[in-house]
Structure formats: structure tokens, C-alpha cells
């Protein structure tokens, strides 16, 4: 039924346990799995930070990467054929752009991740995606797992 799920994350708790949901259906339908984070770089990116990071944007990359390669891990642990990727500009077009271009079947992300503010009832990237995207989405609440 899924040969390609997307597993969007941002490093959250929220897009960890979305990710998990994600492999458990890839293990099931024999699905690969293309984990993507998307640095949204923005106006950050000529900001100076202390420390290894020469840049916000560095940094902002930085944490992607550790964001994605960390489920692919864990994919890579479960035998599943995963594809790694971080990308940049705002998430919520880069993710569906993605999805269209990789022959996505299944999207399966978390309700809300790091944003700052909350929409009440989904974060504005699930939304975004929901409302826009041409892929069926999963939206696992993380709130629902014991931990």
C-alpha cells in the first residue's frame, strides 16, 4: 500500500515519536523511508554565534543534520532502505516540494514541533501540509505515547 514514507522532523519529542510511528509502518508495508529536516535559515543567517558555529545558519544546519541522521539511525537499525536530507528555505513548501518530487506516498508527522508559538490544535507545518500537500498524511500525536 506504501512504498515511500516521508518522515519530516525538526530534532523535537513531538517529531521523535512521529518518527517512530513512521518506521513501525515502513516495517510493516516494506516501505522506504526518506527522513527530511528543513533548516529554515532565513534572516538568521549573517547572525554570529560563539563557538564552533561560524553562523545561526551553520548552526541551524548543523542541527538538522544531527536531527536526521539520528532516525536514520534508527531506520538503518530496523533494515529499512532510508534516504537522509536537509534541505533549507521555509518548511512547510520545502517539505511538500519534496514529497512531490520523491514520489512520496505517505506523509507521517507530529502534531506541533519547536515552533514558538502553538496553533491550538496542529502546529502551522502539519497544517500547511494537511491543506496543501497532495500525499495522504499521518498526524501521530505524541501527547498519546507513554514515554
Not at 43 to 58: C, F, N, V
Not at 94 to 120: F, K, N, P
Amino acid at each position: 500500500m506504501f512504498e515511500t514514507i516521508l518522515l519530516p522532523t525538526d530534532g523535537s519529542q513531538h517529531a521523535e515519536d512521529a518518527a517512530e510511528t513512521g518506521l513501525e509502518l515502513a516495517s510493516v508495508h516494506d516501505a522506504a523511508v526518506h527522513v527530511v529536516c528543513v533548516a529554515d535559515t532565513g534572516p538568521l543567517s549573517d547572525l554570529r554565534l560563539p563557538g564552533d558555529a561560524a553562523s545561526a545558519e551553520d548552526a541551524m544546519r548543523q542541527r538538522a543534520q544531527e536531527s536526521v541522521d539520528a532516525i536514520v539511525e534508527r531506520a538503518e537499525e530496523a533494515g529499512l532502505e532510508v534516504t537522509g536530507t536537509v534541505l533549507e528555505g521555509p518548511p512547510e513548501h520545502e517539505l511538500l516540494e519534496y514529497a512531490d518530487e520523491a514520489g512520496i506516498d505517505l506523509v507521517v508527522m507530529a502534531t506541533r514541533g519547536r515552533g514558538g508559538v502553538h496553533r491550538m490544535a496542529l502546529g502551522s507545518v502539519s497544517d500547511h501540509v494537511i491543506r496543501f500537500g497532495d500525499v495522504p498524511v499521518l498526524v501521530a500525536n505524541s501527547g498519546s505515547r507513554s514515554a
